[in-house]
């Protein structure tokens, strides 16, 4: 039976993603709904513990995290600005750090998460390919304060939607992080006005 739903849950999957086509190319939407098709089908109940609210959260940070690792490794090949560049390094190695629990925690838990940065990530990163110098810099910090204030409210509000108590630890250990990042980017935005 397991067996069973496991391939009808697959090819939900499948044909979930096949019937939205390129319309629906946005890497969080397609986690998002090959876990709700795990959801319908029972595979995700049967497989672990996690709750729709559980697989949302973990799209969500994994999209963002994501995201972070790449503007960090564009803010280390293209400031000029050694706050910027340090601030760039950390982003990458917290957020590989985080991702990569994430990552494991979600193999345990049977969610999937999506393999790039959504779309509204992947739109930041194009439009600062484009910049160069003080305005990189300026752009890449504020766009830095806002993710981060978001990514602070996702695992605030996360606290009391998740269910999972291994996705809570894992919330309660990344939060500080990411408050810690959030006050130095701050700190780093007041210099550039």
């Known amino acids: 039976m397991k067996t069973f739903l496991s ?5 939900t999957i499948f044909a979930t993603v096949g019937c939205k086509g390129p319309t629906n190319s946005d890497s ?8 709700q098709a795990k959801t319908d ?21 994994t999209s963002g995290g994501l995201a972070e690792v790449e503007l960090g490794h564009l803010a280390e090949q293209i400031s000029k600005d050694p706050r910027v560049k340090e601030f760039g390094s950390m982003m990458v190695a917290d ?23 959504g779309e509204d990530e992947q ?4 439009d600062l390919t484009v910049k160069s110098g003080k305005d990189f810099d300026i752009t890449y910090i504020s766009e830095m304060v806002k993710d981060h204030e978001k990514d602070v409210k996702l695992f605030v509000d996360a606290r009391s939607t998740v269910k999972d108590p291994d996705l809570l630890m894992y919330i309660d250990k990344t939060l500080p992080v990411l408050k810690r990042h959030l006050q130095h980017v701050k700190g780093i935005e007041k210099q550039f006005k």
């Open 7 to 11: 391939i009808f849950g697959l090819l």
């Open 95 to 117: 957020h590989s750090k985080a991702n990569n629990e994430l990552a494991a925690l979600a193999k345990s838990k049977n969610i999937t998460l999506p393999p790039v940065p």
């Open 123 to 126: 739109k930041i990163k194009k």
């Open 41 to 61: 089908s029972g595979t995700l109940k049967v497989a672990s513990s996690a709750s729709e609210d559980d697989s949302k959260f973990a799209v969500s940070a």
């Open 28 to 35: 969080k939407n397609v986690a998002d709904s090959a876990n």
